[in-house]
């Protein structure tokens, strides 16, 4: 049973590994907070009690003292694996929650697992509230970015709490209430989508710098540290120049040249293109990069390859002005990944019923998360000018920033295909804006092919109605 004497924590956070340690010891940080915490194996509460007595934690060894723990309405964040084990928790909380509490799942959650919990206990009077959280350990322990899905009346006790601990970006703290049920961890998937995109698009012009232009790593290193002065200025560009320069104390060698070509992942970049797929948003340039991965994971394919193909292209003669070119190839590249994953999410929160504020969702992405960029300003305020924008090409900035961009982004996948250098990300990504501003696109004969073997029927430009030819018959055309 609750004793309501020992009722002193505002927040509690279950599952105590890496993340919620860390998030634990940020809440107990500020102002405010008194924090609860509990883990299923006891050792770890105690290690944190032990390390950290300056967060003044209210330890609990037991999910009945860690309850009672908690004043009304009682918030427990959970920080456990994503899956089984949040069910799990989920259920052990619901059973000693009453009607108004709080249950948070800040774990990497599918957003339907989400939308599945939240109506489940709704049902029986608890607030269940999925919060995307970006950052990784160090985000999570100075100050995430936090995306909380969930009812507003749960918001009105956990808003407070998410901002007093969340990264600050201009002022402002990154936080904003997404939307209903599983709003937050479907943007904490787009996030993560985009996320892919941005690394493989980098990745790609460090490829070319170094194989086109032959630069060494470290001199690689200095032009991603002079792009990050301008537009580019993005944590990951900051930390792409730290990777290529960093040497291996083991060989001398550059670091990058030690590290095995094959990439690793934890789904985020499946779902958001599974995602996009069955909403039927087109998101070449993030489903490139997922790809782009699994490709790098083939070995044994690519070992078959390298066998096969006996000459490679060698790479072409370029001038003073390539760096350039690839600056401007990456920005144009990397603002269409970014309209992709923007539109994912305006058709999420269509199908899903969610009202989410798309600047506000560039704006809490300023701060503490991965893909933190002085360019989210720019999405933000496009969305704030023109909230209904068909795409973010349509904004003046993105429209001018494309078009300027064009003819380099136009010579460099050249050089590239020319070079044998594989550039999936830069091609997919001028392909979406050639098929966007292509005034008649190829699809009317698929439409027609489509209408021969299987009287799918077709649109006329110069007609309003749907129509069918008589394929096999006279060649005549009926309204369907
Ligand atoms: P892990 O994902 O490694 O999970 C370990 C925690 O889950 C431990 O506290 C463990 O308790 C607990 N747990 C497990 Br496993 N099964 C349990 C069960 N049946 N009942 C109760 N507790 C159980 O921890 P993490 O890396 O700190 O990540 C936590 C969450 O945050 C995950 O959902 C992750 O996807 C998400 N996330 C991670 C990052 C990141 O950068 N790592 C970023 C954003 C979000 P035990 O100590 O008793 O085994």
Redesign the pocket.
Known sequence: MANLQQARANVGV?????????LARNLASREGNTVAIY???P??TRKLVQEHPEAGFIAAETIDDFVASLTRPRTAII????G???D??IE?LAERFEPGDIIV?????LFTDTIRREKALRERGINFVGV??????E??LRG?SLMPGGSEEAYQTLGPILASIAAVAEGEPCVTHVGTDGAGHFVKMIHNGIEYADMQLIAEAYDLLRKVRGLEPAAIADVFAEWNTGDLESYLIEITAEVLRHTDAKTGKPFIDIVLDQAGS?GTGVWTVQTALSLGVPVGGIAEAVFARAVSNRAEQRAVARQIVKSRPSPVEVGDGFEDDVRAALYASKVVAYAQGFDVIAAGAKEYGWNINLGNIAKIWRGGCIIRARFLNRIADAYNTNPNLATLLEDPYFAKAVTDGEAAWRRIINVAVNSGVPVPGFSAALAYYDSLASERLPAALVQGQRDFFGAHTYKRVDAEGTFHTLWSGDRSEIQA
């Open positions: 279950v599952g105590l590994a890496v993340m919620g340690s860390n883990n299923r194996s050792e770890r920080m456990v694996q994503a089984a084990a949040t799990a928790v052990q799942d800040g774990g990497n959650a995307g959280i970006s950052g990784g350990e985000g999570a995430p934890k």
